[in-house]
Nanobody, 121 residues
Framework: QVRLVESGGGLVQAGGSLNLSCTASGTIFDIDVMAWYRRAPGKQREVVASVLTTGRTNYGGSVKGRFIISRDNAKNSVYLQMNSLRPEDTAVYYC???????????????WGQGAQVTVSS
């Protein structure tokens, strides 16, 4: 069974920084793309950033230039460094990973439990 466990987040004033971490564990053969999503109150879930195995990254428009996504393939982990935080960044942040549990198997999406990030004005 595969699990994604998140840590980090919390409460910070506008302009501050927070970090999120997420580690996948269990029966894992390979991990493809890893990503962070968020869901703000009353809004739909949106992708924040994603990173491929090669390290290539992609960012949502609202966080570009402020957030940095990275991963450690040896640790099956993905990280999100959030800088210059704004009140509108307040949301529950979820990590996501596309994982294959066996050679030649299917690729399935797994989710972390969510981490609250609150930015006060």
């Amino acid at each position: 069974q595969v699990r994604l466990v998140e840590s980090g987040g919390g409460l910070v004033q506008a302009g501050g920084s927070l970090n999120l971490s997420c580690t996948a564990s269990g029966t894992i053969f390979d991990i493809d793309v890893m990503a962070w999503y968020r869901r703000a109150p009353g809004k739909q879930r949106e992708v924040v950033a994603s990173v491929l195995t090669t390290g290539r990254t992609n960012y949502g428009g609202s966080v570009k230039g402020r957030f940095i996504i990275s991963r450690d393939n040896a640790k099956n982990s993905v990280y999100l460094q959030m800088n210059s935080l704004r009140p509108e960044d307040t949301a529950v942040y979820y990590c996501n990973a596309l994982i294959s549990v066996q050679s030649g198997g299917t690729w399935d999406a797994y989710w972390g439990q969510g981490a609250q990030v609150t930015v006060s004005s």
